[in-house]
């Protein structure tokens, strides 16, 4: 440093050290990757049930904290009382905002269940209730539609409902491939008839579950395995070989990778083989198969060893021995070679 000094010093050339270098890293990190603050949108939704001789009805208000108001009326088909109609109204709203219950009364406890079940469909969702003369929009919206008359002109979103929420029964498509035993055991209890399958089915299922109307598998280091298809396999298997991340592997490394990815079905490692071998890449690509087109079959001489050559050759380097001279004879007809290190070429050596 102090011999740079004095070869600067003539141009008026001043050495400034740098600072510290992690502190300065980190400071220019926070500032270049400070990702923005995003505000979360919020809405706010009016529900209002109302029943009489008439009929029953809901109307529900739908508005962002940027002006967009959505507006929708419900007719109820079957006789309700006013607070399942309160109940609808409100599992009205939280379906219109994601297409998504209360006391003692057990058809109301499953109006609450169904309310918590959709609810927990948002990130974050609160229920307040407003009384009806601060609600008169929505209250609006529930009388139109309790009181509405066949062939009046709708100025607003009106539907529908025919049957209580609480009563809709979700259907679970059990698909017609392997998973469907598997499906039918978990949701209804069904086994084979035959006492020898059921007992070996009833050991496969253990390793299965069902999440969602999904079957998965249980996996012994793994994390659940999404089951899957024929035909959703061959996409996958063909998605994972030949895909925009795949690189043409081979069988056993393509069926682990498959695993790796998540999905599991049980013909996985021969569907693997069949796609490997089918792949022309792979086939115009791939090393080439020396083995002989046929069995190699040994040759009968007649007259073995009739003929020899001989050769000496050296001196090599010595080796271990004081060897460095090499005596090599070879069968002219079968091709059969010998050879024999020497220290010294003599007649007694040969």
């Known amino acids: 440093m102090i011999a740079w000094s004095v070869e600067l010093s003539q141009f008026d050339i001043r050495f400034e050290p740098r600072t510290a270098i992690k502190s300065q890293v980190l400071s220019d990190f926070v500032a270049e990757m400070t990702a923005p603050v995003h505000s979360e949108q919020l809405w706010t939704i009016y529900v209002d049930g109302s029943s009489n001789p008439k009929g029953s009805g809901a109307g529900v208000l739908l508005e962002d904290g940027q002006g967009v108001t959505i507006e929708h ?155 899957l298809g024929p035909e959703r396999a061959d996409y996958v298997l063909r998605e994972i070989h030949e895909g925009s991340c795949g690189h043409h592997l081979g069988t056993a490394s393509l069926a682990k990778k498959v695993l790796r990815a998540g999905y599991y079905w049980p013909t996985v490692e021969k569907d693997a083989t069949i796609l490997t071998r089918k792949c022309t890449h792979c086939q115009l690509f791939a090393d080439l198969h020396k083995a002989p087109p046929e069995e190699l079959t040994t040759t009968q001489s007649p007259w073995p060893f009739c003929r020899w050559g001989m050769d000496i050759l050296g001196p090599f380097p010595q080796a271990p021995g004081q060897l460095k001279f090499l005596i090599v004879a070879i069968d002219y007809f079968t091709k059969w070679i010998e050879a024999e290190a020497l220290a010294t070429i003599t007649s007694a050596n040969i």
């Not at 379906?95 to 057990?106: C, F, M, R, S, T």
């Not at 609450?112 to 609006?140: C, G, W």
């Not at 139109?144 to 029964?169: D, E, F, W």
């Open 73 to 227: 009326s419900l007719t109820f088909t079957f006789q309700t009382s006013n607070n399942q109609a309160e109940y609808e109204a409100c599992i009205a709203g939280l379906q219109l905002a994601k297409e998504v219950g209360a006391v003692k009364d057990p058809l109301l406890g499953k109006y609450l269940i169904k309310v918590k079940e959709l609810m927990a469909n948002f990130v974050e969702a609160t229920i307040q209730h407003v009384p009806r003369e601060n609600n008169t929009r929505a209250d609006i919206l529930s009388k139109l539609a309790s009181t509405k008359s066949l062939g009046n002109n709708r100025s607003v979103v009106q539907g529908t409902i025919y049957q209580p929420s609480v009563m809709t029964v979700e259907q679970v498509a059990i698909p017609d491939n392997w998973t469907g035993p598997f499906i039918r055991y978990i949701l209804h209890g069904s086994l084979p008839a035959d006492p020898k399958d059921k007992q070996r089915f009833l050991r496969c299922c253990a390793w299965y579950t069902l999440i969602q109307g999904t079957l998965y598998m249980r996996g012994f280091s793994t994390p659940l395995l999404k089951c």
